[in-house]
DNA sequence: AAGGTTCTCAACCGCCTATCA
DNA sequence: GTGATAGGCGGTTGAGAACCT
């Protein structure tokens, strides 16, 4: 079909690089009134001097009010480990089973710390075991694939690095989401995958269930992973919902963001998170502001606090603030991205 | 304290897939 | 059925931070 695509934008003029607090804010500001319907048209309409591929990359990777800041606690690398030892490099798919993560940082933290610890691992666990095989969950396909994404290939590779071996074509994609689990000569046997992987489910994708991570599933026997859930405030996902101006879709996008939020956000009815949604969106963006330096003595755009509002975040429902953003936007003027 | 090296991670690049006209 | 476009993904890079000598 497409035959790759044109540069998202003219290059030229655009900024590059870092982001800048600034931009942040327009960002944040923008999607939450607007949502982000259409990320080539955002930055255009957002003020922004930006590629609409880099508000995304930069909203999904740093600025999503759902994101877990922090190290990976060990229960995460663990499951990290699981995970990649059966997808490989498929750091989206892992992403979805770790709430709160995102692909990029998953492939960063992968390959600045997971990787040399398996390797290490694969190194002294190597003395004890020398066969590899593979095999496939799947019930009706027996035959495992010799083309595996994953770790198959090879017998003599040492290499924790299944994923680089993970230059799947369509059908090898195909045959990934049977999930093959590798028994890999390091870190975790068959025994170990299969004590794990069946007996933790994911919830029912139902609605009213909580939060699901969307598990990578086959059809015939589904891999179900009962992962931590991230304490996502309800609220934070009308901060995207409301008041998007009615742009079709901006809902559902955010909703597409966190599927495994708890929020509901597409609940036209005026839920219960919508009636406390200006409290969490308070919250959030006050957090935000003072994480961006945006909060602080800085009178251009310093924002006094409601009295009753407690100078610490806390929990978000107590909070009551006014809009920083808007006093921010207002106290500094039509800022002109980039300068 | 200074300089060099290594590590970390945000951001970019280019390709692929899905969707729509 | 075809081509164009937008979103998404994985690999790579580079600036700054941290660490070492």
Partial sequence: MGKGRAPCCAKVGLNKGSWTPEEDMRLIAYIQKYGHANWRALPKQAGLLRCGKSCRLRWINYLRPDLKRGNFTPDEEETLIKLHNMLGNKWSKIAACLPGRTDNEIKNVWNTHLKKRVAESAG???????????????????????????????????????????????????????????????AYDLDMLLDTVPETRCAPTSPSSSASPPCVVDDHNELMLDLPEIDIVPELWNIIDDDDGGIPGACADAAQQAPWSNAAPCNGNGTEAAATADDGKEWWLEDLERELGLWGPIEDYQYQPNPQAPSVPVDPPSTSVDDPLSYYFEAAGPVVPGT
């Fill in 124 to 186: 002294e666990n190597k003395k004890n075991k020398c066969k590899k095989k593979t095999v496939r969950v799947d019930a009706q396909t027996a035959s495992p694939s010799p083309s595996s994404s994953t770790t198959t290939a090879t017998t003599n590779s040492s290499s924790a690095d299944s994923g680089e071996q993970s230059n799947t074509s369509k059908d090898e994609e195909t045959e990934l989401d049977k999930i093959e689990i590798p028994m890999l000569e390091f």
